[in-house]
């Protein structure tokens, strides 16, 4: 039997879940074995060092860059496309379609509140070169509603969707607002929750975290189309504010885990975080390593896991430790809802408006009142089982493919 080829596509780079998720996903694809895999960037694009690492998989930088009047046109209008093809060499758009199918990568609201005008061209070129395509493990929806742009964006959105022959959504506002548009999809959940890496952590790195420790991961959210209203110092007071309670009320280390690491944002943020604490040499930063399968072994040794960030909170379930949420978006608190475990979450913006005592709860957690462990070990069980059973069903459609 010849083995498909997948052409996986919109990879976001330089974070750490999106690293994790596309390794997951990968993984998933070589267990089967009956598929070549590709990573395809944009032609003009720098691709991250870590995926060059990534075993298993072809990456290639062959997505044509177009100008800003072609994309909107097609956009607009697919046929637009298929008519300028007959006029033009259609070699710019081979390595688009040298593939038996292609797959939106695992990622997140790219098709809704980021609005991704270019995954909405990739979609259009598809549909124009009637190329089969799906998305996988992501989010939709909370589109913009406010101008014309906002409008036309959610128009062809939907419209795309509709003929992708499969949209794996990962949390429930995602499945309502495809059921209120009648897109069709699979309830599916992040990807990373179908396996867990076998990691094995050097002597240096575990004599370096030690084994009585706490992970902390905050965001700045500059990068947050909603959240980045709110100035700087106001999430860095909360965060301080965790960080000299979990000092005070404990004698455990803080480790803290950086999720973007282009140009070390997160590190050199969580710095300036570590030195106006009470106490910087109780707080340990893992920089210049952005490895999510280190990332999970390293949670599967805390005895707490505190995050402003989706896919390490799905490190904590994957790994059965206890958590506490910081959500930012309905796609975690919505997973957290599928698995029973949302009493664990607290929206951000109650904490940024003072409606919720952080300091209290902390307290409260750390003292050992709050017990999850049954609940986090029956939560993992059916977010794996969930994430397996979606990838087969994709499976069963790309075998559908002739």
């Excluded at 999510?292 to 430790?321: C, E, W």
Aim: net charge positive.
């Amino acid at each position: 039997m010849k083995m498909k080829k997948i052409k996986i596509v919109g990879q976001p780079m330089y974070n750490i879940g999106d690293l994790a998720a596309c390794k997951a996903l990968v993984n998933l694809f070589k267990a089967d074995g009956n598929y070549e895999v590709e990573l395809a960037f944009p032609q003009n694009c720098m691709v991250d060092p870590e995926f060059l690492k990534l075993k298993d998989i072809t990456i290639i930088k062959n997505i044509p860059k177009i100008s800003k009047v072609e994309k909107i046109l097609t956009i607009l209008c697919p046929n637009f496309l298929k008519i300028k093809l007959f006029i033009t060499n259609k070699q710019k758009y081979k390595h688009i379609t040298n593939a038996d199918f292609i797959l939106f990568s695992p990622g997140g609201l790219e098709l809704g509140l980021y609005k991704s005008w270019n995954y909405l061209w990739l979609m259009a070129t598809l549909i124009a070169l009637n190329k089969k395509f799906g998305i996988y493990s992501r989010s939709m929806g909370d589109f913009r509603d406010k101008t014309l742009t906002d409008f036309i964006f959610k128009r062809q959105a939907i419209k795309f969707l509709k003929k992708s022959i499969f949209n794996g959504l990962r949390d429930l506002k995602s499945q309502q607002n495809a059921q209120q548009v009648k897109v069709p999809f699979y309830p599916a959940i992040d990807v990373v929750f179908s396996n867990i890496p076998d990691y094995v952590i050097s002597a240096k790195i575990s004599k370096m975290i030690g084994d009585n420790y706490i992970v902390f991961t905050p965001s700045k959210f500059e990068w947050h189309y909603k959240l980045k209203k709110y100035p700087t110092e106001r999430f860095s007071k909360l965060y301080i504010l965790i960080l000299n309670t979990i000092i005070k009320n404990t004698d455990k280390s803080i480790i803290m885990l950086p999720h973007l690491y282009r140009e070390n944002i997160d590190s050199l943020y969580f710095n300036d975080l570590k030195k106006k604490s009470i106490n910087p040499s109780r707080i340990i930063i893992l920089e210049d390593i952005p490895n999510p399968d280190l990332y999970q072994k390293v949670i599967k040794g805390a005895d707490f896991t505190i995050a402003a960030r989706l896919h390490q909170i799905i490190f904590s379930i994957n790994n059965r430790t206890p958590f506490l949420c910081l959500s930012y978006e309905h796609k975690m608190e919505d997973m957290l809802r599928i698995l029973n475990l949302d009493k664990y979450s607290i929206r951000i913006e109650d904490l940024l408006g003072d409606r919720f005592n952080i300091k209290e709860l902390l307290i409260d957690i750390l003292s050992g009142k709050k017990e999850q462990l049954q609940e986090i070990t029956a939560a993992q069980k059916k977010a794996q089982k969930v994430a397996r059973n979606s990838f087969h069903v994709l499976l069963k459609r790309l075998n559908s493919i002739h």
